[in-house]
């Protein structure tokens, strides 16, 4: 990174901004907020929740187990990123958390676990995976939050996917046009096209002929090497960013 | 990841290979093959070294403690990766083990660890570093390892700078040309340029002016969100490859 930015701390919080509005912190964030980032009382928050814009946050009253402060001035208009969704196989924990938080940076819109033939991990926590992105979105400065999905199996999602949306897959296979290409090329109607990251060891043969059959998907070719699923993640939202999304 | 890959299990030896030769297996991964794998005496594994090729080894004889084999084929020629060099300032170890492991999955050609002024970590474990290359070598495929250079300050890498080599570095200022934009138009001379990726909060205000002075320092931008380090060497890497480097 090359710039030094001068931001001030960010937090989420569930309740409305206005002018005036009294802001409670819960008890972690009065806790960072005070003996992390050690902000005295004429320090200043920047506080969003996913709807109102962000907000300058003053008269800090940061307490042990908890924290308030007063809502003085909007700093940014609510905006909400247009970026691709992400389905994806739920891999080990941390490759998993991974996932999350690196598709909030890269401004997915929403996440969502899909179960395929050679997922391992039965359960999800969507809980804790809605908590990373929050973190996730708190660090990287947007105001939404993506969502994350309830886990769904891959056959049931199929069948009920809306045809006017792409889905791209990343293809090991070497048989697909690079993602470069596709994704210059690629018709966008009304949002970004959805991607989908298989679990490691890829979809079955039985998976990968039929969504070969679906009209709404398309493959990519991310090179020659093998990645893992979260770098794929990272690679596919990369190229849609920088090619299509808000980086361009 | 769509494609199901048929391969055999890959692992870095350091010894010669050639035909009818026996190889030998550390202890780690006798154990890997044998109770990981739970490869048989009929099985087969993928072995390279970094310079003869990846062989096919075979009438594997796996111990508890130690594993042998014979060389009986040669499945492929020897290449090596040319993309960039990659230059990082280290962060926390997980993170650090990440953009290890990602870089080379991405096919940096090196990797040297950068100490800035805002570089927190003043220890780097060269060794586990080079590890976790080696490791990230045999899974994603390549047949050379990264090979991973001693921490240097920034300064003194600079100073002594091939003019040659384009160094480029993302810029979180958004004055900078989009990433795509100035990769598709750089010019290439001898090999791909050089990136480097800054810790934690960015460059100092100092290291900033004068990187700006440098004839061959370009930077990008890499969209509007604020990247972790780890994701900027990802997204960086991915828009070379992509672009430029061997996906393209």
Redesign the interface.
């Known amino acids: 990174?090359?710039?030094?930015?001068q931001s001030l701390p960010r937090v989420y919080v569930d309740q409305p901004l206005a002018p005036d509005i009294r802001v409670i912190f819960t008890r972690d964030q009065a806790h960072y907020l005070r003996d992390v980032m050690r902000l005295g009382t004429d320090a200043a928050v920047a506080v969003f929740n996913g709807h109102d814009g962000e907000w300058r946050v003053g008269q800090l009253d940061l307490q042990r187990k908890a924290g308030f402060g007063i809502a003085t001035e909007q700093i940014r208009n609510q905006s909400s990123v247009s970026g691709p969704d992400l389905f994806f196989a739920p891999v080990k924990k941390?490759a998993t958390d991974?996932i999350v938080?690196?598709a909030t940076?890269?401004?997915a819109r929403a996440l969502r676990p899909v179960i395929t033939e050679?997922t391992h991990t039965g359960r999800v926590n969507v809980e804790r995976l809605q908590i990373n992105a929050r973190e996730a979105a708190e660090?990287?400065?947007?105001l939404d939050i993506p969502q994350i999905g309830s886990p769904i199996g891959l056959r049931e999602l199929l069948g009920s996917w809306p045809l006017a949306q792409s889905l791209i897959?990343?293809?090991?296979?070497g048989e697909s046009n690079?993602?470069?290409k596709i994704l210059n090329e690629i018709r966008v109607e009304n949002h970004a096209p959805a991607f989908m990251?298989?679990?490691?060891?890829?979809?079955?043969?039985t998976e990968?002929v039929f969504?070969r059959t679906l009209p709404f998907v398309i493959?990519i070719?991310?090179?020659?090497?093998?990645?893992?699923?979260e770098?794929?993640v990272?690679?596919a939202l990369?190229?849609w960013?920088?090619?299509r999304?808000?980086?361009?």
């Open positions: 990174m090359v710039a030094m930015v941390t991974f938080a690196k940076e890269l401004g050679f660090q990287c400065g947007r897959i990343a293809d090991e296979t690079s993602a470069m990251i298989g679990p490691q060891g890829g979809f079955s043969k990968l969504l493959t070719d991310l090179g020659p090497r093998i990645l893992r699923a770098t794929a990272v690679a990369t190229c960013q920088a090619t999304g808000d980086w361009a």
